[in-house]
């Protein structure tokens, strides 16, 4: 099983500010890797898929970058609205298997 | 635009089977192409993956779980449900159903909280 983990497990950000989160795979998970927010009492919302592509209705300020075993999400300037936290996925081995999450709220 | 709906018992008891159904709306199970799948998450922590069913009955699950899940799907009603056995408190926790295409996951449900204690 690949072994997702997530850094910071919070970052305390400023409203306008950017925002970087981090994900390491156990082992290579190629480009097969998808970032999710998940707000307060609600589902996952999907936010990239294939490391780096935009789901349907996101924001441009939300980017995704990496391969093989290192990923990061950036949120370029930070709105209220996207205070949560944020989890990473991968979907190249069976099982598929989540990061932890890194929750970020405001400074 | 597909949504889906989990609905079941809320409380289980010990060593007793937990089950859910998931209602799937503004679209077919039955047109292929994407697999259904349950996902849970524990009170306050990470998701966890459960398994995975396609319409023609092919199920997929997470070996951890393996030997206590069953997914299945009736075409009829555009539902797919899950089952687990013997459940303990360890199983409880919000379950998820959600749309993939055996890749991530799009969309979600909204979840129902399943708690296991006599």
């Known amino acids: 099983e690949i072994v997702m983990t997530q850094s910071p497990a919070t970052l305390s950000v400023s409203p306008g500010e950017r925002a970087t989160l981090s994900c390491r795979a156990s082992q290579s998970v190629s480009s097969n890797l998808a970032w999710y927010q998940q707000k307060p009492g609600q589902a996952p919302r999907l936010l990239i898929y294939g490391a780096s592509t935009r789901a349907t209705g996101i924001p441009a300020r939300f980017s995704g970058s990496g391969s093989g075993t290192e990923f990061t999400l950036t949120i370029s300037s930070l709105q209220s609205e996207d205070f949560a936290v944020y989890y990473c996925?991968?979907?190249?081995?069976?099982?598929?298997?989540f990061g932890p999450g890194t929750k970020v709220d405001i400074k | 635009q597909v949504q889906l709906q989990e609905s079941g018992p809320g409380l289980v008891k010990p060593s007793q089977t937990l089950s859910l159904t998931c209602t799937v709306s503004?679209?077919?199970?039955?047109?292929?192409?994407?697999?259904w799948s349950w996902i849970r998450q524990h009170p306050g922590k990470g998701l966890e993956w459960i398994g995975y069913?396609?319409?023609?009955?092919?199920?997929y699950y997470n070996p951890s779980l393996k030997s206590r899940v069953t997914i299945s799907v009736d075409t009829s009603k555009n539902q797919f449900s899950l089952k687990l056995s013997s459940v303990t408190a360890a199983d409880t926790a919000v379950y998820y159903c959600?749309?993939?295409?055996?890749?991530?996951?799009?969309?979600w449900g909204q979840g129902t909280l399943v708690t296991v204690s006599s």
């Open positions: 996925q991968q979907y190249n081995n069976w099982p598929r298997t």
């Open positions: 503004g679209g077919s199970i039955s047109s292929g192409g994407y697999y």
């Open positions: 069913i396609y319409y023609s009955g092919s199920t």
């Open positions: 959600a749309k993939s295409v055996r890749t991530w996951f799009d969309p």
